[in-house]
């Protein structure tokens, strides 16, 4: 059966931005949908020691599996990759980055120190990064190319979209259609 699981980013729920409608567009086409509430045990800074075990224990991956990620949702896909035994059938990652954040310091318990790049390779199909050149936490468009120089895949750059969900910055984004798109 087709699966799709839907990670948030830092202090966010299931029902933040666009996750609920696309949960409910994968449900459409067919897909099992998760969209877990992350752990975030220390004051909503995600910490990849709570969330990956979870995911691990909790996810259900095959070679239908889709899995997209924001923001933190996205270095948590990389690891959920580079530690499953399994290709999925696709990956997307929005706003997403592989790297400690220049003045986030919350950035950093998410990451991996590095990432096996060629095993989360090996783990999945197809691979797609949706990136801004205006992203405000800095999940921008040269994080989004250093991320693709590792693993190849579909980079798609916006102009002026910030960071495609974001209360701090007023971008209530409920709708992203581009999204839906890639995955039809």
Excluded at 112 to 121: D, H, L, R, T
Excluded at 163 to 179: A, C, E, T, V
Aim: hydrophobic residues 35%.
């Amino acid at each position: 059966m087709r699966n799709a699981i839907i990670f948030h980013g830092s202090s966010e729920t299931p029902s933040s931005f666009w996750y609920p409608s696309i949960g409910k567009f994968l449900e459409n086409q067919g897909y099992e949908v998760w969209v877990p509430q992350l752990p975030e045990p220390n004051h909503g800074i995600p910490e990849l020691k709570v969330q990956l075990p979870f995911i691990l224990e909790n996810g259900k991956f095959n070679e239908e599996t889709t899995i997209v990620g924001h923001s933190a949702g996205c270095p948590l896909t990389l690891s959920v990759l580079e530690n499953i035994n399994t290709k999925i059938h696709r990956a997307v990652l929005v706003a997403g980055y592989a790297r400690p954040l220049r003045g986030l310091p919350e950035s950093e318990p998410i990451l991996q120190k590095e990432y096996n790049w060629e095993k989360i390779k090996q783990n999945v199909r197809d691979i797609y990064f949706i990136n801004s050149d205006n992203d405000p936490w800095k999940c921008n468009d040269k994080e989004g190319y250093y991320i693709f120089q590792h693993l190849g895949g579909t980079l798609i750059i916006r102009h002026g979209e910030g960071h495609m969900g974001s209360h701090k910055f007023n971008q209530p984004y409920s709708k992203f259609p581009l999204l839906e798109k890639l995955l039809m």
